[in-house]
């Protein structure tokens, strides 16, 4: 007796053993089984996954004399003559070699004639969308209303090509390509019924070569059984299919994965010189790398087309990386698989994204980052909550290396020669630790640095701890829908709740001001409190000092000799504009100007370049969008 190949050998003979069609298996066995059989069917799908081994299934049970369920009885002279291939009843027409009109004119004369014995003569014709289009409307109205003798099984691989006037005409079945799982099942049960040694990693080369058809896989199957001299191994049925073998993809992963780029090289290069498809080779990397994010991020997962040794192997490999990083590797070599469908030097592409892979960026300093600015926040929260802004010399900055701003101020004061007060020939005043201001300091509004220091305020009462709970939950609640209103009220502290309404001292500068005066900001501001701080139903803003962390030290600028000197502070507000006595001049007034105008210019200058440098301090450089860096 001939060898008969595993395709055939093995062609399902019951409706139980069709892989991977449980849904159309369940509906035709219920038809069959209830009487409610249809005048025409179409079974589409890809191929080789078992559409004309149900239509012949289907053609044997219709046929079947002793048949008492949905399945053939297989001993009767019907299922005998069936098997064989002999049942004149069952006439199956190559649609893409009978495909004329004058094909489907016989066709039409032929079903007129009863079955030569049973019910029913059944018509499968193959490849039914390579039909002309005549011939589909010659086949229309016979389609539509054929003798109570006949049923139609239509297959096709492209129903896209099909008239709508005949799909509206038949039942419609899918087939949808076999799962990996599934397909493994069949191939391993097949082995051991055939008795041939394999290896379980061979299966699932072969399963990804066959793409979901189960006759594509036996013929593969077939193939390597006889390249292996009735063995399968998986060495030698990768390199049988153009695939690389297993092993050297997992070797080449680990490589790209523990950053040894010249290994992972020197594998492309053996690929390459071994003949082996490189855009196969990049496609099983990425379906190893696939595997391994999944186990990585579901450790509890089990992948179809993975063994248990398989399985474990690539959880391994997860280990010596972060999922951030596989992530990375794995669109880079997407990106190379795409570039090196177009490109007419595939291997570039590909040794480019080798190369690239292990010098992607370090997630853990931007991590670092972050948590280094969450940090900085809760320290300025709780400072601008312990602190009364009544005493600003006693708020120490966050910064590292900063000193607090009062003193500094006063120590520049102090350290500035007094200009004259009175003329030369009047006697010189006493000494005192603050110079009385010139007559021009006095003509003019009174500014920091001329008025006396005025007596530190008692400290005020600390908010109650309820009160500070409260708060934060405002806090929270505002960052969660405004972050960069959120972090305004960081530098604000509540004081109590009088009448309904809750006063909060904001220790900052203009631009927080401005923003809490917002109407649209300071009504978020009213809903959070009212939800969240009992008894308030307003909000009183107080202005304060300066906010913890911010920049208090003050710059001067000077213009025409010292003629002129301009002071501004860290909150680039002007302090103080000082000018000598003994250049004014009524003639002078337009110099004058030109010169207070250029020494404001650089006092404000300067004033930005110090608050970016602190700034800097603060995020370890990193330019945040919204900081003014």
Not at 23 to 28: E, F, K, N, P
Not at 382 to 406: H, Y
Not at 428 to 445: C, D, E, G, V
């Amino acid at each position: 007796m001939s060898y008969q190949v595993l395709a055939r050998k093995w062609r399902p003979q019951t409706f139980d053993a069709v892989v991977g069609q449980d849904a159309i298996t369940r509906t035709l066995r219920n038809a069959l089984a209830s009487g409610r059989i249809a005048h025409a069917y179409l079974f589409a799908g890809p191929r080789g996954i078992g559409k004309t081994t149900t239509a012949r299934l289907l053609a044997r049970a219709l046929l079947c004399t002793a048949r008492t369920g949905p399945e053939p009885c297989g001993k009767c002279a019907v299922c005998v003559e069936g098997l064989a291939g002999t049942l004149v009843d069952v006439i199956e027409i190559d649609g893409a070699s009978n495909r004329g009109i004058e094909e489907i004119r016989t066709l039409r004369e032929n079903v007129k004639y009863t079955p030569a014995r049973g019910r029913y003569k059944v018509y499968i014709i193959d490849e039914v969308h390579q039909l002309t289009e005549a011939a589909f409307n010659a086949l229309l109205k016979t389609l539509e209303e054929p003798p109570p003798h006949i049923v139609f099984v239509l297959a096709t691989t492209d129903p896209r090509e099909i008239p709508p006037t005949v799909l509206s005409r038949v039942q419609r079945f899918d087939f949808r390509p076999i799962a990996p799982d599934a397909l493994r099942a069949s191939l391993e049960h097949i082995l051991n019924e055939e008795k041939i040694p394999f290896e379980p990693a061979t299966l699932p080369v072969i399963v990804r070569a066959a793409e979901g058809s189960l006759r594509d896989a036996l013929s593969l199957l077939d193939t390597a059984i006889a390249y292996g001299d009735g063995r399968l191994e998986a060495e030698t049925t990768a390199k049988l299919l153009g695939a690389t073998a297993p092993v050297t993809v997992r070797a080449f992963a680990t490589a790209v994965v523990e950053h040894d780029t010249g290994a992972a090289l020197e594998a492309i290069d053996r690929a390459a010189r071994d003949g082996e498809d490189l855009l196969a080779f990049a496609r099983d990397v990425i379906e190893l790398l696939r595997l391994t994010l999944v186990l990585k991020a579901a450790p509890n997962a089990k992948p179809a087309d993975l063994t248990h040794t398989e399985g474990n192997e690539l959880r391994k490999l997860g280990e010596a990386t972060g999922l951030d990083e596989i992530l990375y590797v794995l669109r880079a070599f997407l990106e190379a698989d795409a570039l090196m469908r177009e490109s007419p030097h595939p291997r570039v592409e590909l040794e480019i994204a080798t190369v690239r892979s292990p010098r992607r960026p370090v997630p853990q300093a931007l991590d670092d980052v972050l948590r280094r600015v969450d940090e900085a926040q809760r320290e300025i929260r709780q400072q601008a909550l312990a602190t009364p802004p009544a005493t600003p010399a006693a708020q120490a900055s966050l910064l590292p290396g900063a000193e607090p701003a009062a003193p500094r101020a006063e120590a520049r004061r102090s350290s500035a020669p007094a200009p004259s007060s009175a003329p030369s020939s009047a006697p010189a005043p006493p000494r005192a630790s603050t110079p009385a201001p010139p007559p021009a300091q006095r003509a003019s509004s009174p500014t920091p640095q001329s008025a006396p220091a005025p007596a530190p305020a008692a400290p005020a009462a600390p908010p109650s701890q309820d009160l500070v709970t409260a708060w934060e939950r405002v806090v929270d609640e505002v960052m969660k829908k405004k972050p960069t209103l959120g972090a305004v009220l960081m530098q604000a502290r509540p004081t109590g709740v009088s009448d309904r309404e809750l006063t909060i001292v904001l220790v900052g500068n203009h631009f927080h001001r401005e923003m809490l005066a917002d109407v649209a900001n300071r009504e978020l501001v009213v809903q959070a409190v009212r939800r969240c701080v009992a008894g308030a139903e307003r909000v009183n803003l107080v202005a304060g000092g300066e906010a913890a962390g911010a920049v208090a030290t003050q710059v001067d600028a000077t213009a025409g000799g010292g003629m002129v000197t301009v002071e501004a502070n860290g909150k680039q507000e002007l302090t103080a504009i000082k000018i000598d006595p003994e250049v004014v001049n009524k003639e002078d007034v337009q110099m004058l100007e030109d010169l207070v105008l250029a020494a404001a210019n650089e006092a404000l200058r300067k004033s930005r370049e110090l608050v970016q440098q602190e700034l800097g301090k603060l995020t370890g450089g990193l330019k945040i969008p919204g900081l003014g860096m």
